[in-house]
């Protein structure tokens, strides 16, 4: 049981991760130092999808789940609507550019915006 909650919480944090990447960025209108945090986070996400990369939390979770026991997602909230978001079945190399891309352009759009403002004296 452990491991299969340990595995749940590395879901929940790697899609709390991937919101971060895509949307960080307009925390930064709010508060500034999230920046620090979120540009990395940011590079590391393009980068992953852009190169075809796996995340390292994946082999984690993998690995918690044998160790639990579990050969696949079955129920359950994280493993019903979490898990296909995070892993596609039709996830191609080709796709894999588009969400780079769409990340990217979420990020150059929100520090736009950010450096507009401060520009502004907002």
Excluded: K
Excluded at 24 to 44: D, N, S, T, Y
Excluded at 104 to 118: K, T
Aim: net charge positive; proline share 6%; hydrophobic share 55%.
């Amino acid at each position: 049981m452990p491991y299969r909650l340990l595995a749940d919480l590395v879901v929940a944090g790697h899609a709390l991760f991937v919101l971060f990447v895509v949307g960080g960025g307009f925390l930064a209108w709010r508060w500034r130092r999230v920046v620090w945090l979120h540009v990395p986070a940011a590079a590391w996400g393009v980068a992953i999808e852009f190169a075809g990369g796996i995340c390292p939390l994946t082999p984690l979770e993998n690995r918690l789940r044998l160790r639990a026991g579990l050969a696949g997602y079955p129920g359950g909230f994280l493993e019903h609507y979490v898990l296909p978001v995070l892993y596609p079945a039709s996830l191609t190399r080709r796709t894999q550019v588009i969400l780079g891309a769409l990340a990217l352009a979420a990020n150059l759009v929100a520090y736009g915006m950010l450096l507009r403002r401060l520009r502004r004296g907002a």
